[in-house]
């Protein structure tokens, strides 16, 4: 099984519809990311999160809101969807966690959610 | 500002033959950093990582990358390539605070 799995994999919507996605670790990590990836711009961080109760904004937040349910579980919303956030979505950890060699500076990501708004 | 550039957005090269991917880098301090890559419909996988220490550092897949202080670069290398190398590859810096600034991504085409 994936240590970071994101759910849904591929979603369709329509302009104004909210939607979430979702993720969830099995890594015992403490802090978790939200990117957004585009054609040419790589990835650009879009919230994350140190621990349960630290939420902050990355750089491009605007449009987006995230929920850390518990330490293994980060969401993201879109409150109204708009066309020019189609894009692909990735979830990363980072954080102490289980096991011998790991530092808070290495993230490990979730093999993505493809998202189009219509 | 941190920033990262990497100057090629498509790279084609012969199977067998030698790879170098450029990264270069701007931040105030020393940085820590990475070589991601994605391959088609899959996430980021770490290829490398540096924190300190030697500036040759060796990586997953016969991949290595030489942090130049000088430069502010941090090219990766392979000395001969394989068509399951296909894929984008991003550099990315970070610091102690735990955050990462990515590259734009080079996509690397590898032909028969």
């Known amino acids: 099984d994936a240590d970071v799995t994101q759910t849904p994999r591929n979603r369709i919507t329509k302009t104004g519809k909210r939607i979430m996605l979702e993720c969830s670790q099995t890594?015992?990590?403490?802090?978790m990311y939200w990117y957004r990836q585009d054609p040419g711009l790589g990835l650009r961080l879009i919230y994350y999160?140190?621990?349960?109760?630290?939420?902050n904004k990355g750089e491009i937040s605007d449009g987006y809101s995230v929920s850390r349910q518990a330490q293994a579980k980060f969401s993201l919303s879109l409150e109204s969807a708009i066309p020019n956030q189609t894009a692909l979505y990735f979830c990363?950890?980072?954080?102490?966690?289980?096991?011998?060699?790991?530092?808070?500076?290495?993230?490990?990501f979730g093999a993505g959610t493809r998202l189009s708004v219509l | 500002a941190q920033s990262v550039t990497q100057p090629d957005i498509h790279i084609t090269v012969s199977e067998g033959a030698s790879l170098e991917l450029r990264c270069n880098y701007s931040?105030?301090?020393?940085?820590?950093l990475f070589w991601y890559v994605q391959s088609p419909g899959q996430g980021l996988q770490l290829l490398l990582k540096?924190?300190?220490?030697?500036?040759l550092v060796q990586g997953i897949k016969g991949f290595e990358a030489e942090f130049k202080r000088s430069q502010s670069s941090f090219n990766l290398r392979k000395p001969s390539v394989h068509w399951s190398d296909a894929a984008e590859y991003f550099c990315?810096?970070?610091?102690?605070?735990?955050?990462?600034?990515f590259g734009q991504g080079t996509e690397l085409s590898v032909k028969p």
């Open positions: 990363a950890t980072s954080g102490e966690g289980i096991g011998v060699g790991l530092t808070k500076n290495i993230q490990y």
């Open positions: 890594k015992g990590h403490d802090r």
């Open positions: 999160s140190f621990d349960v109760k630290d939420i």
């Open positions: 931040y105030g301090a020393t940085p820590y």
């Open positions: 540096y924190f300190s220490g030697d500036t």
């Open positions: 990315a810096v970070g610091n102690q605070g735990g955050k990462l600034i």
